[in-house]
C-alpha cells in the first residue's frame, strides 16, 4: 500500500490526478487530499506518507462558505518543501502544475533550485494541461524513475 497526499486546491485538477493515481496504483493506494498549505502542513506534521503530489499555487488556508483561503501562494508547493525540510519531514515530492512562470521566474529555473535544494526528497515536476495528457506520461515516469510504481 502506497500511502499519498495530493495538496491541491483545483478540484478540477485532482479529481483527474487522483484518478490516474489511482488506477496505477488499483487497489494499493490511500490518497489524502488536501487544499491549502496550512491543512497540507498540518498533515504533514502529524502523518507519514510515501508520496507528495503538490501544485505550486495553493491558497494559505483552505477556501470555505465562510473563508476566501487568504492570499495565494505564487509558490506555495516550494514554501511547503522549505517548511518540510526545516522540520525534517523527508516525503518524496512531485510537483504538479499549469504554469510555466511564477512571478518572473520560470517553473524550469524553479525545478532546477528544487532539485539542487531537496535532493533527498525532490524528484521533479510535471507540467498539467487539461487538453492533453501528456501530463500523465510524466507523471508515470517519474514515478518508475523512481521506484514508486
Request: negative net charge.
Amino acid at each position: 500500500m502506497i500511502k499519498v497526499l495530493v495538496i491541491e486546491d483545483d478540484d478540477n485538477k485532482y479529481v483527474p490526478v487522483g484518478n490516474f493515481l489511482m488506477n496505477i496504483y488499483e487497489d494499493k493506494i490511500d490518497i489524502t487530499h488536501k487544499k491549502s498549505f496550512q491543512s497540507g502542513m498540518e498533515i504533514l506534521y502529524s502523518d507519514t506518507f510515501d508520496l507528495l503530489i503538490l501544485d505550486m499555487s495553493i491558497p494559505n488556508f483552505d477556501v470555505t462558505e465562510l473563508d476566501d483561503g487568504g492570499d495565494t501562494l505564487d509558490r506555495g508547493g516550494e514554501f511547503i518543501l522549505e517548511e518540510m525540510f526545516r522540520e525534517n519531514i523527508v516525503t518524496k515530492a512531485i510537483i504538479i502544475t499549469q504554469y510555466e512562470e511564477f512571478k518572473g521566474v520560470s517553473l524550469a529555473e524553479i525545478d532546477e533550485n528544487l532539485f539542487r535544494e531537496f535532493p533527498d526528497s525532490y524528484l521533479g515536476c510535471v507540467s498539467y494541461n487539461t487538453g492533453y495528457d501528456n501530463w500523465k506520461n510524466e507523471l508515470l515516469d517519474l514515478l518508475k524513475k523512481n521506484n514508486l510504481c
